[in-house]
């Protein structure tokens, strides 16, 4: 979810401050501008969470993650109570995410380990991720104006999965299909029958993001997504425009994301993913 923030600042800086005719430079775009923090749980049932995540230094590393990002004004990646909403927003230069969406990821989690390498951690892990850099998404085309063609949700979707692909493949196939099994299970079923009012929503049905999550990685690389295709996760005649998919959207990130991107930080983004996934999942994996 997203609200749209307050332009107070960007308005301000863009003003005439005085007769004089000076006017307020905008301020310069640099990284580490990533903050987070972490706010006490309202509902004692999510102390866990919390303890959990500080042990892990979750948002610490989300931080150091997302360091390559130059932008004008901090951001602040948060975890708070939301008096029972499941939900995740960026409002202001705040990115909140919801204990109670945390809570419902981790109960989504099954049991034991799935076929195909992805693992119990790797569907909490993925979604996680993903919810982080999908709120993230909004926060860079607000805060650097990125211009975005259709609905924006979608377009965060793709931000957060094109992130991801730039793992290790083997981190970014766990990645993509932690994140794609969460919308996977909200599914009804192969057959649905639904009233037409709950398509009017700003974000696409489970089963499109799903699908549209599985597009991109396949496009992006069809060799290590191929098994996909091959047991039907992805449908075959949606495959044939995958690669179109993801060259459209690598030509966006490339075009309007990259200019805004530190190089030198950002070749350790490998680095930095490898270092501190190791432990989360194994913590992950004791529970």
């Not at 509902?43 to 969470?49: F, G, K, T, V």
């Not at 377009?155 to 094109?162: E, G, L, P, T, V």
């Not at 089963?207 to 690389?221: H, K, S």
């Amino acid at each position: 979810m997203w609200h749209k923030p307050s332009a107070i600042a960007a308005v301000l800086a863009a003003t005439i401050c005085s007769t004089t005719g000076t006017v307020i430079a905008a301020p310069k775009s640099k990284p580490n501008q990533i903050r987070y923090e972490y706010v006490a749980p309202k509902d004692p049932a999510h102390q866990p969470i919390l303890d959990q995540m500080k042990q892990g230094r979750a948002l610490e590393h989300l931080q150091e993650l997302l360091s390559p990002l130059r932008l004008s004004y901090p951001l602040t990646l948060k975890v708070a109570g939301c008096d029972g909403a499941v939900n995740a927003w960026y409002d202001d230069e705040v990115v909140t995410v919801c204990y109670e969406m945390l809570a419902e990821i981790l109960k989504s989690a099954p049991a034991h380990d799935l076929p195909g390498g992805l693992s119990r951690a790797d569907t909490v892990l993925g979604p996680v991720l993903a919810v982080f850099l999908h709120e993230t998404a909004h926060a860079v085309f607000n805060m650097l104006q990125i211009p975005v063609l259709g609905r924006e949700e979608d377009a965060a979707d793709q931000f957060a999965a094109y992130v991801m692909l730039r793992l290790s493949k083997d981190e970014a196939r766990r990645m993509i299909l932690g994140s794609a099994y969460h919308h996977a299970i909200q599914m009804p079923g192969p057959q649905v029958t639904v009233p037409i009012r709950s398509l009017a929503g700003e974000h696409s049905t489970p089963a499109q993001r799903t699908f549209n999550i599985l597009c991109i990685a396949y496009g992006a690389d069809k060799t290590l997504f191929a098994d996909l295709v091959e047991k039907d996760f992805l449908p075959k005649d949606r495959a044939e425009v995958c690669a179109r998919e993801y060259d459209d959207l690598d030509f966006a990130m490339t075009k309007l994301i990259s200019p805004h991107i530190d190089k030198r930080l950002a070749g350790k983004f490998h680095e930095v993913w490898a270092r501190t996934v190791s432990t989360r999942r194994a913590h992950l994996a004791r529970q």
